[in-house]
T-cell receptor, first 115, second 113 residues
């Protein structure tokens, strides 16, 4: 079984530019989460999809961040325009719905560096 | 504020020693999980303990849960250099079917060979 795949693994962009991160969850996993870790701090929840619907996007920092999950498969997280404080590692995780214990499988993360 | 606050923030021990990490959380939970993150990689699930369980073992891992104190501990026995990583607790709150898992700041463990 393929794991959770994230692309790119590392992106370096200038302030004001746009970056799109992609996550391919495990096939059949309806739950998809985005998290961010900045400078070794907490792993902060950004948002949660169930299939193609946004269940909770309370952790999204501001309207410069846009997440989509077309057709309930892969998801993208776009940052536009990027700011310096957006630098960090963005993790995607997926899990099955309704299994009782919500064990997440994580991707390796996308490291974003905004200069 | 974030669920799951781990302490200590950093821990350095010699190979063969035991490592204990603690986690406190704020809301009622369905279960609590521990994950490990090796540098440059994603988090890997280690062990899950349900709210009606008090202790659980898996290999060299021992997890305890005290729901009255809203706290958990992870014990790694006979540590190895390969255990060097960051460890996070994650809580799955009681939320009427909605499953939002939140993490804390983690404990960075260094095991010195």
């Amino acid at each position: 079984e393929a794991g959770v795949t994230q692309f790119p693994s590392h992106s370096v962009i200038e302030k004001g530019q746009t970056v799109t991160l992609r996550c391919d969850p495990i096939s059949g996993h309806d739950n998809l989460y985005w998290y961010r870790r900045v400078m070794g701090k907490e792993i902060k929840f950004l948002l949660h999809f169930v299939k193609e619907s946004k269940q909770d996007e309370s952790g999204m920092p501001n309207n410069r961040f846009l997440a989509e999950r077309t057709g309930g498969t892969y998801s993208t997280l776009k940052v536009q325009p990027a700011e310096l404080e957006d630098s960090g590692v963005y993790f995607c995780a997926s899990s099955q719905v309704g299994t009782g214990a919500n064990v997440l499988t994580f991707g390796a993360g996308s490291r974003l560096t905004v200069l | 504020s974030q669920q799951g606050e781990e302490d200590p923030q950093a821990l350095s021990i010699q190979e063969g020693e035991n490592a204990t990490m603690n986690c406190s959380y704020k809301t009622s939970i369905n279960n609590l999980q521990w994950y490990r993150q090796n540098s440059g990689r994603g988090l890997v699930h280690l062990i899950l303990i349900r709210s009606n369980e008090r202790e659980k073992h898996s290999g060299r891992l021992r997890v305890t849960l005290d729901t009255s104190k809203k706290s958990s501990s992870l014990l790694i026995t006979a540590s190895r250099a390969a255990d060097t990583a960051s460890y996070f607790c994650a809580t799955d709150p009681i939320s009427g079917g909605y499953q939002k898992v939140t993490f804390g700041t983690g404990t960075k463990l260094q095991v010195i060979p």
